[in-house]
């Protein structure tokens, strides 16, 4: 199995520029999760965006904000591949670092739920990998279209249940570590 963290960053985090929802407790899913791997010996991809436009507001290269949270610091021989757009595969290394869609399962955590893990996990599946994605190791904004305010709890199961029609396993972190 591969883990795949994806944007893990201090922005999205209480205190930072774009606090998501339940970004606290997924954090903490993450961190479990990343010992799991470590433990077990397993490959680990961090995925960090890095925006080149100041004016984003958020996860601007060179910023604290940018920099991975330390629940999910990369250690020494942990790949760390950068981004400018949501879908991780895009204009990047990581399907390079990841190799073959047959080699290993995919298992993805991080954020945002409805951004950065739909887009890569999407792509993922496209490229034919066998794409797990920790339930409770995401999270979302808040959102709002058309008048409608619609809260990060709801976004974020709203993307897991598109994300598992889409052919996704969409697990919480307990049921990951008992097949791996």
Known sequence: MTL???DAQRDYFTGGAYPLVGVEAAGHVIAAALADARRRGERIVHVQHLEQDAEAGFLVA?????????????????TVVTKALPNAFAGTSLAAELGSATADPLTIAGFMTSMCVDASTRAALDLGFDVSVVADGCAAPDLEYGGTAVDGRTVHTAFLAA????GARVVPLAEVAAAG
């Open 163 to 166: 994300l598992r029609d889409a």
């Open 62 to 78: 060179g910023t604290d904000g940018a920099e991975i949270h330390p629940v999910a610091a990369p250690l020494a021989g942990e």
């Open 4 to 6: 795949l963290i994806i």
